[in-house]
């Protein structure tokens, strides 16, 4: 199968279609060599890079329609180490955590350290969601808007718990690329390689003025809590548009200038009908294809950004994606530990949809050749 050659029109114009780290576009990697020559290899705690830092705080401040008293913050590592950064200094004694996949599981693992309470674990099975529900003693509610291994979203919705009890959602691969409601999250928190276009490195959160007091109050409780992993450090940090090591700096400049790009079409909204445009044009081809189906079987939980498609016994999914390699279609791989006959296909904002299209009708005739 590797062997056969797509007819050249049948190519999608890029072939990037990775859930992570995803499509870079051009235009970022201009702005990227234009901009970076001024402010690569230069101090963090001078004003060139504060003044991008501030920029991209205030572009994602647009971008999430930011409540009043939320703040955007941030800090080096990534969503794994923010993560272990709750643990440490978000959740007070408990957390809930919905598992409907490989991320939600990881906070689990995290909000199971020793000197909190043994998180509620809500875990469903692969391509369904779990629910949140009210627990007493529950003081974080966390689950991924979208779970990047298996392309189930979840929606963003306050939890009425206990008086004080936060939620908390992690947006890595939903962020910039569907819409939601940021009253409805105390704390909204992603690292930029998916939608947002830019490298790993770095986490963001959006914060609500309840988070940022339980931030506060958990930092002056006298809980060991590791100085890289302090959220007190990032939040006092922040305000003065500087993380507590080194950033990377050519992930701020990638963000920044795809934020502007999202915020100049059209903001969340745009970014969202824009992914519902491409994920459909798959979900729907499975729906009708007599060899394939969408993995996520509720329509309502299908992911708009990151989307799974099982296939038939008699069609080889490792086939298709090694043949698509060999023409340039990269990264259509399931994730590894789902061990699924399985295409999973990013359709994040920077993906044209009339690549997506093209790339349909290159695996219709990869499998229609094999």
Not at 138 to 160: I, K, L
Not at 338 to 344: P, Y
Request: proline share 6%.
């Amino acid at each position: 199968m590797p062997d056969i050659v797509i007819p050249r029109d049948l190519l999608p114009a890029d072939g990037r279609f990775g859930c992570g780290p995803s499509k870079i576009r051009p235009a970022q990697l201009e702005a990227l060599a234009g901009r970076g020559a001024a402010i690569l290899g230069t101090s963090h705690r001078q004003a060139p890079v504060k003044n991008l830092v501030g920029s991209v705080r205030a572009g994602l401040a647009e971008l999430f329609r930011v409540p009043e008293g939320y703040e955007i913050i941030l800090g080096d590592g990534g969503s794994t180490a923010f993560w272990d950064a709750a643990a440490f200094g978000l959740i007070e004694k408990r957390a809930q955590n919905l598992v409907s996949g490989e991320f939600g599981g990881k906070f689990a693992a995290a909000a199971a350290a020793p000197w909190l309470e043994a998180p509620d674990v809500r875990k469903a099975e692969p391509g369904t969601r779990a629910s949140a529900e009210a627990v007493e003693g529950v003081d974080v509610y966390a689950w991924p808007h979208n779970e990047t291994s298996t392309g189930v979203a979840s929606p963003v919705v306050r939890v009425a718990g206990d008086a004080g009890a936060l939620t908390v959602i992690d947006g890595t691969s939903a962020a910039g690329g569907i819409d939601f409601d940021a009253a409805q999250a105390d704390v909204y928190y992603f690292a930029p390689q998916k939608n947002l276009g830019s490298d790993g490195g770095l986490w963001f959160a959006l914060v609500s003025p309840a988070a940022i007091e339980r931030i506060e109050r958990v930092a002056a409780s006298g809980r060991y809590i590791p100085e890289f992993l302090s959220l007190k450090n990032a939040l006092d940090n922040s305000r003065l548009n500087q993380t507590l090591n080194t950033p990377a700096l050519a992930t701020l400049l990638l963000l920044d200038d795809q934020v502007s790009w999202i915020n100049g079409n059209g903001g969340l909204a745009w970014a969202d009908a824009r992914t519902h445009e491409s994920s459909a044009a798959l979900y729907d081809w499975a729906e009708l294809s007599a060899v394939a189906t969408p993995f996520v079987a509720d329509p309502d939980d299908r992911s708009p950004v990151v989307v799974t498609v099982d296939f038939n016994e008699n069609i080889d999914a490792a086939a298709i994606a090694k043949t698509l390699r060999a023409n340039g279609i990269v990264d259509t791989e399931p994730y590894r530990k789902l061990g699924r006959n399985q295409l999973r296909i990013a359709t994040f904002v920077s993906i044209d949809p009339a690549d997506v299209r093209q790339l349909i009708r290159s695996i219709e005739y990869v499998i229609v050749n094999s």
